[in-house]
């Protein structure tokens, strides 16, 4: 999620979002083209993309976002665990 509107580098106004999600959970991963969080519930999801977009709501007229979702019920720390799995077969992966 970030403002359209204020140019080519948008970092100021990704921190506060990122200072926020690391606040709610500790579950989650910035990565260079967005950013992963894994939550126990829809509504957990849902309550830090309403608070990401209250954050940035003040600062721009237009803000984008795109969001997948990918629910999987008894399973926990998966953003470990797929990583895990798939270096089991390949190796290390992030160099």
């Known amino acids: 999620m970030f403002p359209t509107d204020k140019g080519a580098s948008v970092s100021e106004y990704v921190s506060k979002i990122i200072e926020m999600i690391r606040s709610q959970t500790p579950h989650y991963k910035l990565t260079a083209m967005g950013t992963i969080i894994e939550?126990?519930?829809m509504e957990e999801s849902l309550a830090i993309l309403q608070n990401a977009y209250n954050i940035l709501s003040p600062y721009s007229k237009r803000i984008y976002s795109?969001?997948?979702?990918?629910?999987?019920?008894?399973h926990s720390d998966r953003l470990n665990q797929?990583?895990?799995s798939i270096e089991k077969r390949i190796g290390d992966v992030n160099k």
Do not use: A, L, Y
């Open 39 to 41: 939550t126990e519930t």
């Open 82 to 84: 797929k990583i895990k």
């Open 66 to 74: 795109s969001v997948k979702f990918d629910i999987r019920k008894g």
